[in-house]
């Protein structure tokens, strides 16, 4: 294919076969130096990161991209819609809405490796990398870069008109690209999440919002290994898998702020393809022979069957008091 002679037209292109993609939103921001890395390396340092050792040890990493892609001038960012409703059942294990359906890395980075392909065959010149939460990069700091959405108190990226129920990937690329504007807005007053999270691990420190990880009921469902801490087992409540708290609460993520033409509802059937769970009497006794099966293409693999045999126990505690 003719290579086009400009870099806004190719990422008007871009941004047409992202689209076209299933993707619901994308921006394109410059490979610059991620400006949050000194406030990583103070999170770290506070050990908020838990035992995800992993993130310790590649701060020097992500100071860079040029670490990851020799020559990157641009990021592609792209961000998929997960919604989708998740009434409590009683009896049955409740997981975070992204968990619902088919593991969100392998749907993103199918959909990424397509448009990497793309971008590859308009301009040869193009050499990429996907980044789907699996490379040492701040890709949360790219996406708001690129448009995506703003910081919320709860951390998470927030489109004033879609909230905050989507995931987001990256594309690396060596091409230079036109830049969207870096997206704009604020909670103003409202502390909502903040005070609903049940573990209260959503603080300000330094000037900036950030989340106590080890005390996340996320992390705990899916990142601890051993027993829970008795003083934050409380605050599990009915989650089996994640915790959607303090997206729930955000007045961002209500039917009401949304336009009528947008139901904000996910429309990607990998996500919509959700699977019948045993109940939690069985999750909580589950066997390897059976794991497997229950959970392949689900990212509920990553608590582990330990994991899920302890949480989905805590639940029923919390159901049936002794
Ligand atoms: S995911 Fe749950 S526990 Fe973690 S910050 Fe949000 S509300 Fe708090
Ligand atoms: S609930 Fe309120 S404070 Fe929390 S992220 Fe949403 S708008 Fe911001």
Same mark, same amino acid.
């Given at each position: 294919?003719?290579?086009?002679?400009?870099?806004?037209?190719?990422?008007?292109?871009?941004?047409?076969?992202?689209?076209?993609?299933?993707?619901?939103?994308?921006?394109?921001?410059?490979?610059?130096?991620?400006?949050?890395?000194?406030?990583?390396?103070?999170?770290?340092?506070?050990?908020?990161?838990?035992?995800? !050792?992993?993130?310790?040890?590649?701060?020097?990493?992500?100071?860079?991209?040029?670490?990851?892609?020799?020559? %990157?001038?641009?990021?592609?960012?792209?961000?998929?819609?997960?919604?989708?409703?998740?009434?409590?059942?009683?009896?049955?294990?409740?997981?975070?809405?992204?968990?619902? !359906?088919?593991?969100?890395?392998?749907? +993103?980075?199918?959909?990424?490796?397509?448009?990497?392909?793309?971008?590859?065959?308009?301009?040869?010149?193009?050499?990429?990398?996907?980044?789907?939460?699996?490379?040492?990069?701040?890709?949360?700091?790219?996406?708001?870069?690129?448009?995506?959405?703003?910081?919320?108190?709860?951390?998470?990226?927030?489109?004033?008109?879609?909230?905050?129920?989507?995931?987001?990937?990256?594309?690396?690329?060596?091409? $230079?690209?036109?830049?969207?504007?870096?997206?704009?807005?604020?909670?103003?007053?409202?502390?909502?999440?903040?005070?609903? %999270?049940?573990?209260?691990?959503? +603080?300000?420190?330094? !000037?900036?919002?950030?989340?106590?990880?080890? $005390?996340?009921?996320?992390?705990?469902?899916?990142?601890?290994?051993?027993?829970?801490?008795?003083?934050?087992?409380?605050?599990?409540?009915?989650?089996?898998?994640?915790?959607?708290?303090?997206?729930?609460?955000?007045?961002?993520?209500?039917?009401?702020?949304?336009?009528?033409?947008?139901?904000?509802?996910?429309?990607?059937?990998?996500?919509?393809?959700? $699977?019948?769970?045993?109940?939690?009497?069985?999750?909580?006794?589950?066997?390897?022979?059976?794991?497997?099966?229950?959970?392949?293409?689900?990212?509920?693999?990553?608590? !582990?069957?330990?994991?899920?045999?302890?949480?989905?126990?805590?639940?029923?505690?919390?159901?049936?008091?002794?």
């Amino acid at each position: 294919m003719d290579r086009p002679s400009d870099p806004a037209l190719t990422s008007g292109l871009i941004r047409a076969r992202a689209s076209a993609l299933g993707f619901d939103s994308v921006g394109i921001t410059a490979a610059n130096p991620p400006e949050s890395i000194a406030f990583f390396e103070s999170w770290i340092a506070k050990g908020y990161h838990g035992t995800m !050792g992993y993130l310790a040890r590649s701060v020097a990493l992500r100071a860079s991209l040029d670490s990851l892609l020799p020559g %990157c001038q641009s990021v592609i960012a792209v961000g998929l819609n997960y919604n989708q409703p998740n009434p409590l059942q009683q009896g049955m294990p409740r997981l975070a809405r992204y968990a619902l !359906g088919r593991d969100y890395h392998k749907v +993103l980075r199918g959909k990424l490796k397509r448009l990497d392909n793309w971008l590859g065959s308009l301009d040869q010149s193009h050499v990429g990398r996907v980044c789907v939460d699996s490379a040492p990069v701040l890709e949360r700091e790219f996406a708001h870069r690129a448009g995506l959405g703003w910081f919320g108190k709860n951390t998470m990226l927030i489109d004033t008109r879609r909230g905050s129920w989507f995931v987001i990937g990256l594309l690396l690329t060596t091409l $230079r690209l036109e830049q969207d504007e870096p997206a704009h807005g604020g909670c103003g007053t409202c502390r909502l999440c903040v005070e609903a %999270c049940p573990t209260g691990c959503i +603080l300000f420190e330094d !000037g900036r919002w950030q989340i106590d990880a080890r $005390r996340c009921v996320s992390y705990l469902t899916i990142e601890h290994r051993g027993p829970f801490d008795p003083a934050l087992q409380e605050g599990i409540g009915d989650w089996t898998f994640g915790c959607d708290v303090c997206q729930e609460v955000c007045p961002f993520n209500q039917p009401r702020h949304h336009q009528p033409d947008r139901a904000n509802m996910t429309t990607e059937p990998d996500f919509l393809d959700r $699977r019948d769970w045993p109940p939690l009497e069985t999750l909580a006794v589950i066997q390897p022979a059976d794991w497997d099966s229950v959970t392949r293409g689900s990212p509920v693999r990553r608590a !582990g069957i330990d994991g899920i045999r302890r949480n989905a126990s805590v639940n029923l505690k919390r159901q049936k008091p002794d």
